[in-house]
Each structure stands twice: as structure tokens, then as C-alpha cells.
């Protein structure tokens, strides 16, 4: 007995239940019908107010720019899983399987400078770590980017949506100084004010934690680091903020990259933890940080004989890197990673 045709699958484990180019068509189908839908919409609104300005349809006001903005997205959307969608349905099963390896590949993005000794294979390159000499030690170490990224995506949202809150604004003003007010535009506007006043406040508040806390600076005296070995570490923190804890540490995590279905996902957990041994700090707790006298901390740290060093493979790795977590006064906590590079011994 034939089976019904399915309009929409399930996964289930590494299968789709279902038959998938249904499914797939289906979707592109609604899509390129939502990206019609904005041509055509968009087209109607720019078209009646350019042949028929005095018309009273669609005057050009709040429900004309709602239409436009919405039709626009319309657009966008539509368009761009109209193409994406139609590639990964034509796309061949080998073609397939070569996105899910590329999506794998990424995940070596810091093995792309690995040297072709035989005796150094699936370690990183020390290229890019030691490309920076330090002031007091050998080497200063790069700090991993990612927490501007919150800033540029507040402020992104906060401009957009305050451009926009001013132009119904100023709409509303319009309609009320030309007796004929706009009431659910101007309620309108109080949850609007609601949203801006909100994404102001996150932005300030991301702002204020970057430019209070200050930026950290880590040197260390030698690369790569090796079991069983001593290595001073020299930590500078700026700002304008007191903390009541400042910890160093040498962590290693070890990486995971596997296939779920049709996606690829890292999992990373914290395997191994070293505690700085503080050989010097300026001041005592509360330790004060300003711009012109930052806080210096020299220590050192002794790395086990028997641990793991750094390893980079296609599925798995092992990296290492000095966690600086401090506990600010009246600010929120910070934790700030350098990565770093351990060798075997005999290695480097």
C-alpha cells in the first residue's frame, strides 16, 4: 500500500523522515512566494503615490512607511532562503558531504600555519603567537577578541531603532499640528520609546564596563611552554576601576567537533587548571587601577611534567591558554583569555 507524501519530515539521528524533496521544494516554494509577495507590494505603494500623490490611498504617513519597510523585508528574506534553499537541493549528495567537511575544516582555523616537520605534526604554529615582543619579558600575548562584539551590536541596534522611532515621531507632530491627529501612531510610540529608552541603557552599560575596566596586557618569558618548566608571566591591568580579586591562570580545554544530523557542533570543557604563583603585586587589596598607574602584577608558573600538551585534529584538540579573571568593585566581573602553545618535551 502506497504511502501518503509527507509535506514536512523529522530528523532522526543521521535520516530525515519524510520525503525530503518535498519538504525541500515546499520550502523554496514559500519563500520565493514571500519574496513575490514584497516585489509586488513594494511595487503597488511606490507606484500609487507616484502617479496618484493626491490620492487618499496609502497617503504617505506612518501605514506608507510600514508598508515599505515592510515589504522590503519581504524581500530580503524571501530572497536570500529562496537561493540558499534551492542550492542545497540541487547541491549532489557529494557536494553535500563536501559542505559538512569544509564546516569540519573550520574548526583547524588555528592549525592553518602548522609546520610539515614530522616531529611537530597536529601542533600550532607558533607564527602567530610570537610575532609580538613584550616590554618586561620576551613575549606579549594576543587577547582572544569577542567582547566588542556586543558593543558594535548594541550600538547597530540602538541607532536603527532610534532613526526610526524619530521619523514616526516627527510624523505624529505632523498630524497633530495639522488637526488631524494620529492616535494609534501616537500610543504607538510610548512602547517604541519603551525599546529605545531600554537599548540606550544597554549600550551605555556595555560602554561603561569596556572603557571602565581597561584593557589587559600579558607578557610571557618564553614560547613554547614545556612540561615540567618555570615561566614568569608579567600582567598589566588598566582602567579606572578597584578590584578585590585579580587571579592568573594556565587552563587547557579540550574541543570537540561533531556531526548531529545535519549539523556540525564544537563542545569544550576545561580539563586541567594551573594557578599563578604571584611573585609581586603593586598595592595591597582593594588594588586600584588608573590610566596612569596601572596595576602590575609578576608571577610564575610551574607546568607538571605529566600533562597534556597542545594537540590540533580534525574532530578534537587541546588548547592552552592564561585566564586573567578579575572581581571589580561596583563593575561586573571579567574573564579575559590569552591563548598559548604547550610542546612535548624534546620538542621545539
Not at 7 to 28: F, I, P, Q, Y
Not at 185 to 214: D, E, N
Amino acid at each position: 500500500m502506497a504511502k501518503w507524501v509527507r509535506l514536512w519530515g523529522k530528523k532522526r539521528g543521521t535520516r530525515m523522515s519524510g520525503w525530503w524533496v518535498v519538504g525541500s521544494v515546499s520550502e523554496a516554494a514559500f519563500f520565493g512566494a514571500l519574496f513575490l509577495l514584497g516585489i509586488v507590494t513594494l511595487t503597488i505603494v511606490v507606484t500609487w503615490q507616484v502617479f496618484w500623490p493626491d490620492s487618499t490611498i496609502l497617503p504617505i504617513g506612518f501605514g506608507f512607511w510600514l508598508m515599505v519597510i515592510a515589504s522590503s523585508s519581504f524581500i530580503v528574506i524571501g530572497l536570500t532562503a529562496f537561493i540558499l534553499q534551492i542550492s542545497q537541493t540541487l547541491a549532489s549528495p557529494e557536494m553535500r558531504s563536501a559542505l559538512v567537511d569544509r564546516a569540519k575544516r573550520d574548526h583547524k582555523r588555528r592549525a592553518e600555519g602548522l609546520v610539515d616537520d614530522v616531529d611537530l605534526a597536529n601542533l600550532p604554529c607558533l607564527a602567530n603567537l610570537t610575532d609580538s615582543p613584550g616590554v618586561r619579558l620576551a613575549y606579549r600575548l594576543a587577547i582572544q577578541r569577542g567582547e566588542t562584539t556586543p558593543l558594535i551590536l548594541s550600538a547597530l541596534f540602538a541607532t536603527a531603532w532610534n532613526a526610526m522611532l524619530a521619523v514616526l515621531t516627527v510624523l505624529s507632530i505632523q498630524h497633530h499640528l495639522s488637526s488631524r491627529p494620529d492616535w494609534f501612531l501616537t500610543v504607538l510610540l510610548l512602547p517604541f520609546g519603551a525599546v529605545s529608552f531600554y537599548s540606550i541603557r544597554w549600550f551605555f552599560k556595555l560602554f561603561r564596563r569596556q572603557s571602565g575596566i581597561g584593557p589587559t596586557a600579558v607578557e610571557i618569558s618564553d614560547l613554547p611552554l614545556l612540561p615540567g618548566e618555570a615561566y614568569q608571566v608579567y600582567l598589566c591591568q588598566y582602567g579606572r576601576c578597584t578590584f578585590n580579586e585579580l587571579r592568573l591562570s594556565l587552563v587547557a580545554f579540550e574541543e570537540t567537533t561533531y556531526q548531529q544530523g545535519t549539523d556540525v557542533r564544537t563542545e569544550r570543557v576545561e580539563i586541567n587548571r594551573i594557578a599563578a604563583t604571584i611573585d609581586s603585586f603593586s598595592g595591597e587589596p582593594p588594588y586600584g587601577a588608573e590610566p596612569e598607574k596601572p596595576l602590575e602584577m609578576a608571577c610564575h608558573i610551574r607546568l607538571p611534567r605529566d600533562i597534556m600538551h597542545s594537540f590540533q585534529g580534525q574532530h578534537n584538540a587541546v588548547t592552552w591558554k592564561i585566564v586573567v579573571e578579575g572581581n571589580a568593585i561596583k563593575w561586573p566581573s571579567f574573564c579575559r583569555s590569552f591563548p598559548v602553545v604547550v610542546y612535548p618535551r624534546g620538542v621545539g
